[in-house]
C-alpha cells in the first residue's frame, strides 16, 4: 500500500483571496512545529484559530491536512482535504491526498470514488490515475 504523501504549499497556487494577516499566523504555526521548537499543540491551536475566524483558509486547512496525515489522524485527514476539494477542486494534491487518507482508514471503495469523481472533470491526473490503477490490480 502507498504511504502517504503531504503536499508542500509550493505545490499550490493559493487562492487570491487569503488574509495576509492569516497567512503570517500559519507561516508562524508551521514554522513551530517544523522546528521542534516551542509547543506544537499551541502552533496547531493557531492553525485552528485562523479557521475560527476563516474556515475556508486554504492553507490553514492544507497544513492541517498534511499534520493530521502526519499523526495518522486520517478522520480529521479526510475532513480537510475533501474541504479543500469543495473550495478548489481543481487542485488535484487535495484529491489524491483526500483518496489516501481513506485508504489509511481501509475504506478502498470511498478512496476509488473520490480518485474517479477527479477523474471525470480532469482524466490527465498522473499522480490520481496512478493511484486508481495502482488499487484496481
Sequence with gaps: MRMPRTASVEEVVLAATENTEHDAKVDEAVAIIQSGEGAPMQAIGMLLEVLQENPDHEKALLWLGNFSMMSGQWEKAVDR?????????EVEVYWFNKSQSLLQMGDTTAAL????EYLNTHP????INDLVAGLQN
Excluded: D
Excluded at 113 to 116: D, G, N, W, Y
Excluded at 124 to 127: D, G, I, S, V, Y
Design 124 to 127: 490527465e491526473a498522473t499522480r
Design 81 to 89: 482535504f475533501h474541504h479543500l476539494t469543495k473550495i478548489r477542486p
Design 113 to 116: 470514488t473520490s480518485a474517479q
